[in-house]
T-cell receptor, first 114, second 113 residues
């Protein structure tokens, strides 16, 4: 059974650029959720995809978007990067669209915007 | 407003000692509460998960308690080890579709020899 894999592990981008982060879900899981974790803070929910459709979104602007593929892997896209977007981006996979199951987190992508 | 507050923000203890971390939440409607351990720069790893009807749950040296009436939870660590040094995050989920895990800010624990 494979866990959650995120790529890349580290990334440096310039303000105004666009970035795509990737996540492979754990085998058997069909739901992926994304979180932003600023240094020294708890993660903040960005959005969730269940069976290729977004079914929940946190308080993030539209320049944060994503999608989920038929194999349940997912991408997070951020346009027009701002300095405050610098954070650890975490992906978690789970089974089902309810919050009752277990979540498996990846190790995250560390994004630095300069 | 759905919030999760943790205390203390940081804690230093000596190896072998016990400690208790606190979590208060206002998330509603409540589905379950989880405690995660997060090493620096890594993803969170689940320690315990409790539903409304569960008062306590253990995972080795970790014991979590839940009082759904007062909306409080605690995580007790016994006989601490150097490897327990990490952030401990309390996470509460709402009972509705679309997830909405609400994370606390975490307690940063440092265990010293």
């Amino acid at each position: 059974e494979t866990g959650v894999t995120q790529s890349p592990t580290h990334l440096i981008k310039t303000r105004g650029q666009q970035v795509t982060l990737r996540c492979s879900s754990q085998s058997g899981h069909n739901t992926v959720s994304w979180y932003q974790q600023a240094l020294g803070q708890g993660p903040q929910f960005i959005f969730q995809y269940y069976r290729e459709e977004e079914n929940g979104r946190g308080n993030f602007p539209p320049r944060f978007s994503g999608l989920q593929f038929p194999n349940y892997s997912s991408e997070l896209d951020v346009n027009a990067l701002e300095l405050d977007d610098s954070a650890l981006y975490l992906c978690a996979s789970s089974l089902g669209d309810r919050a009752s199951g277990g979540y498996t987190f990846g190790s995250g992508t560390r994004l630095t915007v300069v | 407003k759905n919030q999760v507050e943790q205390s203390p923000q940081s804690l230093i203890i000596l190896e072998g000692k016990n400690c208790t971390l606190q979590c208060n939440y206002t998330v509603s409607p409540f589905s379950n509460l989880r405690w995660y351990k997060q090493d620096t720069g890594r993803g969170p790893v689940s320690l315990t998960i409790m539903t409304f009807s569960e008062n306590t749950k253990s995972n080795g040296r970790y014991t979590a308690t839940l009082d759904a009436d007062t909306k409080q939870s605690s995580l007790h660590i016994t006989a601490s080890q150097l490897s327990d040094s990490a952030s401990y995050i309390c996470v509460v989920s709402r009972y509705n579709a679309g997830n909405m895990l609400t994370f606390g800010g975490g307690t940063r624990l440092m265990v010293k020899p």
